[in-house]
C-alpha cells in the first residue's frame, strides 16, 4: 500500500483490513484516495476488530471519501455494531442474507434490529441501499424499510429483493415522487407478491408515469406473484 500514492479506488475483503491497513492510508502523501470498498463475507474469518478510531483518522485525511461495505450473510446486530461502527460513515450498503437455513432462522428476528442501526448511524451519509432478503418472510419488514428511507435523506439509489408487499412499492413511489427526495433510481424484486385489486396495480401505474416524468428510474419486477382477476 505505501508504495502506491495516487490510489484512487482501494477494494479489500474485511480480513484484509487492519488498523495498520487503515493507518498507512490514512498517513499517504497523496490525497487522491477516493472510494473504499469493503466486503464482509459470513464464509471469511472476521473475528478481528479495528478500532473505530482508525476510521476516525481515516475520514479526517480524506474528508470526501466514499466508504461503501457489501455485507452478506451476516445475521446480528451485535456482528454489524462490531465491523461498522458510527465512525465509518459509510455512503453505501449492499446487504446478501437469508441465503442459508441458518441465517434464514436468524433474519427474521435480527433484520428489523439490523435496519434501525443503520438508520440510527449513517441516515446522513447512505446514498445507496442494496437489502436482498432471499425468500424469507419477515414480520413488519415493510415499515421497517418505509422508516429507513423517510429518515435516509440523501437516498440517490434503492435495491429491494425479498418477499414483500405491493404497497411497499407504491410506498417507495410516494417517497420518490416528494419534491425533497433525492431518489433517482429504484430497483424493486418481489417474491410471492398478492396485488388485492385492480386500483392497487393502476395506481402502481399511475406512480410509474410519475415517476418516469419526473426522470426517475423505476423498475418494478414481480416472481411467482398473484393478480387479481
Same mark, same amino acid.
Request: glycine share 2%; proline share 3%; with cysteine.
Given at each position: 500500500?505505501?508504495?502506491?500514492?495516487n490510489?484512487?479506488?482501494?477494494?479489500?475483503s474485511?480480513?484484509?483490513v487492519?488498523?495498520?491497513i487503515?493507518?498507512i492510508?490514512?498517513?499517504?502523501k497523496?490525497?487522491?484516495?477516493?472510494?473504499?470498498?469493503?466486503?464482509?463475507?459470513?464464509?471469511?474469518s472476521?473475528?478481528?476488530?479495528i478500532?473505530?478510531?482508525?476510521?476516525?483518522?481515516?475520514?479526517?485525511?480524506y474528508?470526501?471519501?466514499?466508504?461503501?461495505f457489501?455485507v452478506?450473510?451476516?445475521?446480528?446486530?451485535?456482528?454489524?455494531?462490531?465491523l461498522?461502527?458510527?465512525?465509518?460513515?459509510?455512503?453505501?450498503f449492499?446487504y446478501r442474507?437469508?441465503l442459508?437455513l441458518?441465517?434464514e432462522?436468524?433474519?427474521?428476528?435480527?433484520?428489523?434490529?439490523?435496519?434501525?442501526?443503520?438508520?440510527?448511524?449513517?441516515?446522513c451519509?447512505?446514498?445507496?441501499?442494496?437489502?436482498?432478503?432471499?425468500?424469507?418472510?419477515i414480520?413488519?419488514?415493510?415499515?421497517?424499510? +418505509?422508516?429507513?428511507?423517510?429518515?435516509?435523506?440523501? &437516498? /440517490?439509489s434503492l435495491y429491494?429483493?425479498?418477499?414483500?408487499?405491493? #404497497? $411497499?412499492?407504491a410506498?417507495?413511489?410516494?417517497?420518490?415522487?416528494q419534491?425533497?427526495?433525492?431518489?433517482?433510481?429504484?430497483?424493486? +424484486?418481489?417474491?410471492?407478491?398478492?396485488?388485492e385489486? &385492480? /386500483?392497487?396495480?393502476?395506481?402502481?401505474h399511475?406512480?410509474?408515469? #410519475? $415517476?418516469?416524468?419526473k426522470?426517475i428510474?423505476?423498475?418494478?419486477n414481480?416472481?411467482?406473484?398473484?393478480?387479481?382477476?
Open positions: 500500500m505505501q508504495k502506491f500514492q490510489l484512487k479506488e482501494v477494494r479489500l474485511y480480513q484484509c487492519s488498523d495498520d487503515l493507518a492510508l490514512s498517513m499517504s497523496s490525497t487522491a484516495l477516493q472510494h473504499l470498498i469493503v466486503t464482509c463475507d459470513s464464509s471469511e472476521l473475528r478481528h476488530r478500532h473505530p478510531d482508525s476510521w476516525t483518522k481515516l475520514r479526517r485525511k474528508p470526501d471519501l466514499k466508504i461503501n457489501y452478506v450473510e451476516i445475521v446480528t446486530q451485535d456482528q454489524f455494531l462490531s461498522l461502527p458510527q465512525t465509518t460513515e459509510i455512503c453505501s449492499s442474507c437469508g442459508s441458518q441465517s432462522q436468524n433474519l427474521r428476528t435480527q433484520a428489523l434490529p439490523i435496519l434501525q442501526y443503520l438508520q440510527n448511524s449513517f441516515a451519509f447512505l446514498r445507496s441501499i442494496t437489502l436482498e432478503f432471499g425468500f424469507v418472510t414480520p413488519n419488514l415493510d415499515s421497517a424499510i +418505509v422508516d429507513l428511507l423517510k429518515n435516509c435523506k440523501w &437516498i /440517490e429491494l429483493s425479498g418477499v414483500m408487499r405491493a #404497497q $411497499l412499492a410506498k417507495v413511489c410516494e417517497i420518490a415522487l419534491d425533497e427526495s433525492e431518489l433517482r433510481n429504484i430497483f424493486l +424484486v418481489f417474491f410471492f407478491t398478492r396485488i385489486t &385492480i /386500483e392497487e396495480l393502476n395506481q402502481l399511475e406512480y410509474h408515469k #410519475q $415517476l418516469k416524468e426522470k428510474k423505476f423498475q418494478f414481480l416472481l411467482s406473484h398473484h393478480l387479481p382477476e
